[in-house]
């Protein structure tokens, strides 16, 4: 299961990872993850060829230093699953004064 796979990947860069969001007493740092889209491709004969699932991935640290480094070893446990395309962004959450890496990712299984 790609979710299953994504979350001991996660799991081996941070200990505290959470589906979609964290628990309010959360030490940091932190990892949460969700699924954005989740779709199959099929041949014209209707055989299953490739499943993609689109994940966001989201770092919450309270130096901007340690999130880029987990940013950078998270992107390298997720290329190791089959990532397709990767991105990330840089952020501030200013009520929680927290740095957030926001990683948008691809896996793809046949």
């Excluded at 299953?4 to 990872?17: E, G, I, Q, W, Y």
């Excluded at 998270?74 to 699953?81: N, R």
């Excluded at 501030?92 to 948008?104: A, G, K, P, T, V």
């Amino acid at each position: 299961m790609i979710e299953k796979d994504l979350f001991s990947a996660l799991k081996n860069v941070c200990d505290r990872v959470y589906p979609m969001m964290m628990p309010d007493d959360a030490a940091y740092p932190a990892i949460t993850y969700q699924v954005v889209f989740d779709g199959t491709n099929q041949a014209t004969n209707g055989n299953f060829m490739s499943r993609n699932v689109r994940f966001q991935v989201d770092i919450y640290s309270k130096s901007y230093r340690e999130s880029k480094t987990l940013k950078d070893e998270v992107i390298a446990s997720v290329i190791e699953l089959g990532g397709g395309s990767i991105s990330a962004q840089d952020l501030y959450e200013d009520e929680l004064e927290l740095y957030r890496q926001l990683i948008d990712l691809t896996i793809k299984r046949s």
